[in-house]
């Protein structure tokens, strides 16, 4: 890693308000150049909700300023009623935080230090709406780069996938919002007398997001709205789109590029989880991010020719075959190229599951089955990763290819058809695709998941009439993976997925008939490769990193391990705990102390899936050396009956020792689909 300490253009830092169309004011930082109102620069927006005074305060600290000694005002707002903007958040990618992006990115233009010329960039929420926003077509908002971000909202984020209700994160990241909606202004941004009126309002509009998320089982209309795959046509905006192989929003990559149009979209997917590329986080290798992305900004803002258009539409990494682990420092492969997706590059492979006339399988997997999944969202912590899958393909049915005898290198999203009967009317299919060496470890290569209830459509339930055989046919996750000779691809297959997936209330069981049953690999040619000049990126270089200090483990406290896997052999209960670890408690140059705590619980017993319980609790605390003292503490849990989804929620806030809010809620919901 390189850090610029100087600039050609020396960088002015401040604090100002911007209004939106209803008066309420939005907090924004804006690193500029100096000579801005002398010589005018385009406007990089990043728009999200997760304070820029604290928690994202080390990567603002990276990229903004090196953005502005390169020739942008670089602007970082907290949303309507996050970090120190004024106002109130109800949900994610509410109308009125599009919206207020729209009036953000006109005002930036119509300032005379801008061009009138405006690029969003963002990961993550940051990354979702760019993407919306560019649909809503503001006129200066030329340029978008999206990082790990989704184009649908129902099938390709936390809450569903297949169909199927999320467990891990639907609850997880619920109960990560409800805190991180409860933490107050910073007082040294808004003003002593202003932090504690602005949080109380705050307080007092919070809803769990939960409640809202279970009411709408389907993709309707709640879903669709900030979905662009609506209509792919509404972006007109340049589109860098930028995924990882770790990272659950990866596929959405390929479909932009697919979708837009051709000449104003390019599309990169690196090993990475789920971080901006060029922080070195793993799995690498990382890139010069910034440099790449100041290509993209010159060429779409500044109308200069810098070659970014010349690359291929999708520059994809393709992983080397790894043994199993929960972490990789940096990940063996190398860089391709497709000039379009689909891309005659790939070709599918159909291999069957078995012979024709081949028997019967029972699949009819344990409540645990999942436990081995790995960190839906990986960032780069030590047990993210999925570990060896043998204990997980021992509770599935699995279908092995005999030994390759050639390298096989797959580009896409496989697919998985099966013909099958189910014994109950719901009921899920989850299917995974390994890498398995001679000596027998299994290294999950991709994975997906189907809620049989929506097997005809993502917008209906349909009940599924057991003694009925049907062929399913579901996408796995996008991935670019060489399989090596000698090895033997697995189609794992396995009707529970807990606790990625909430299960079903009836314990049921799924037929397969293995010879009308297929996996078709998107298999890629090498040849391809054949004189194509190579991709190459730049080292990662950042500004200077803030000097943060953060804590390091108590010795005298008895350790905390990220993620702990328990069996009750009495009870035949099984827990998994996990420490989301997304930073732990720091100190700011200002003298902010920043605190936080977070602790994820997912309970099951053997043979009854009723016995589902999650868990999110959450203490965060912030304080500075004038005495200023606020904290938070929310639980989150979700359970279900066989009819109903039960949530119970609960938060307390105190400032100085005082109590502010103690707020607790109780929600059922029929469960329609899930």
């Known amino acids: 890693m390189r ?44 728009y999200l909700p997760y304070r820029k005074s604290d928690w994202t305060a080390p990567r603002d600290a990276q990229r903004h300023p090196w953005y502005a000694g390169h020739g942008y005002a670089s602007v970082r707002v907290d949303l309507r009623g996050s970090g120190d903007s004024e ?42 709406n760019a993407l919306q926003i560019a649909a809503l077509r503001p006129e200066p908002l030329k340029a978008i780069v999206t990082v790990c971000s989704t184009d649908d909202r129902y099938d390709n984020d936390v809450h569903y996938m297949g169909g199927a209700v999320l467990g891990i994160d639907m609850l997880a990241w619920a109960g990560t919002m409800l805190a991180f909606t409860a933490r107050p202004p910073d007082p040294a941004q808004v003003g002593a007398d202003r932090w504690l009126p ?53 596929d959405t990559v390929l479909r932009l590029v697919e979708h837009l149009d051709p000449g104003r979209v390019r599309g990169l997917i690196g090993p990475w989880s789920h971080q901006y590329p060029d922080r070195g986080l793993p799995p690498g290798p990382a890139i010069g991010f910034l440099q790449e992305t100041l290509r993209w900004w010159d060429q779409h803002l500044k109308d200069a020719d810098t070659g970014i258009m010349a690359e291929p539409a999708l520059r994809a990494w393709i992983n080397d075959p790894v043994p199993p682990a929960t972490s990789y420092t940096t990940m063996p492969g190398r860089w391709v190229g497709a000039d379009s997706w689909p891309t005659p590059a790939v070709t599918w492979d159909e291999r069957p599951l078995g012979e024709p006339g081949a028997a019967p399988v029972t699949v009819r997997s344990p409540h645990h089955t999942g436990l081995d999944a790995g ?5 780069g912590n ?51 695709v390994c890498d398995v060496a001679p000596d027998g470890s299994s290294t999950l290569v991709t994975r997906g998941v189907l809620n049989l209830l929506s097997r005809h459509g993502r917008e209906r339930a349909d009940a599924w009439v057991p003694g009925t055989f049907e062929d399913v046919e579901f996408e796995l996750n996008a991935t670019g993976y060489a399989f090596p000779p000698g090895h033997r691809v697995r189609v794992a297959v396995s009707d529970t997925y807990w606790p990625w997936v909430w299960p079903h209330g009836e314990r049921g069981s799924l037929t397969v008939l293995p010879g009308g049953s297929a996996v078709l690999l998107p298999v890629r040619d090498p040849a391809y490769d054949a004189g194509r000049a190579p991709i190459r990126f730049e080292e990662p270089e950042q500004a200077v990193p803030l000097a943060v200090t953060v804590d390091a483990p108590d010795p005298a406290a008895p350790p905390r391990p990220e993620r702990v896997v328990r069996h009750d052999v009495a009870t035949g209960e099984w827990s998994l705990e996990v420490d989301p670890n997304y930073g732990g408690s720091r100190t700011y140059p200002d003298g902010l102390r920043y605190e936080e705590s ?30 200023w003292d606020a904290s938070v503490t929310t639980s989150t849990e979700l359970r279900a009956t066989a009819t109903e989804f039960i949530m119970e929620s609960t ?10 809010a103690d707020r607790s809620w109780h929600r059922t919901t029929p469960r329609t689909s899930g």
């Open 3 to 46: 850090y610029r300490e100087t600039f050609d253009r020396p960088v002015h830092t401040e604090d100002v308000w911007i209004p939106t169309r209803d008066g309420t004011r939005l907090h924004a930082r804006i690193w500029r150049p100096a000579d801005a109102a002398a010589d005018p620069v385009p406007a990089l927006l990043e």
């Open 87 to 128: 106002g109130v958040m109800l949900d994610e990618y509410t109308a009125t935080e599009l919206a207020d992006g729209v009036d953000v990115v006109d005002w930036l233009a119509a300032q005379d230090w801008c061009t009138g010329k405006v690029g969003m960039f963002g990961i993550s929420w940051g990354g979702f």
């Open 198 to 250: 602005l949080w109380r309002e705050r307080l007092d509009a919070i809803t769990p997001y939960l409640h809202t998320w279970l009411d709408h089982q389907q993709r309707d209309d709640y879903w669709r709205h900030g979905s662009v795959c609506e209509d792919y046509s509404a972006v007109d905006a340049a589109v860098l789109a930028v995924g990882g192989w770790a990272d659950p929003y990866r």
């Open 375 to 379: 960190r839906f969202f990986p960032f």
């Open 382 to 432: 030590p047990t993210d990763l999925p570990p060896d899958q043998r204990e997980e393909d021992g509770r599935s049915v699995c279908f092995d290819s005999p030994p390759l005898t050639a390298r096989t290198e797959i580009l896409g999203r496989p697919r998985v058809r099966l013909r099958l009967d189910s014994a109950t009317p719901r009921a899920h299919v989850i299917a995974r």
């Open 598 to 627: 977070a602790r994820e619980v997912y309970r099951i017993r053997a043979g009854d899936p009723l016995s589902a319980v999650a868990v999110s609790r959450w203490t965060i605390r912030l304080r500075r050396p004038d005495g």
């Open 651 to 660: 938060l307390v806030a105190r400032a100085n020792g005082e109590t502010v």
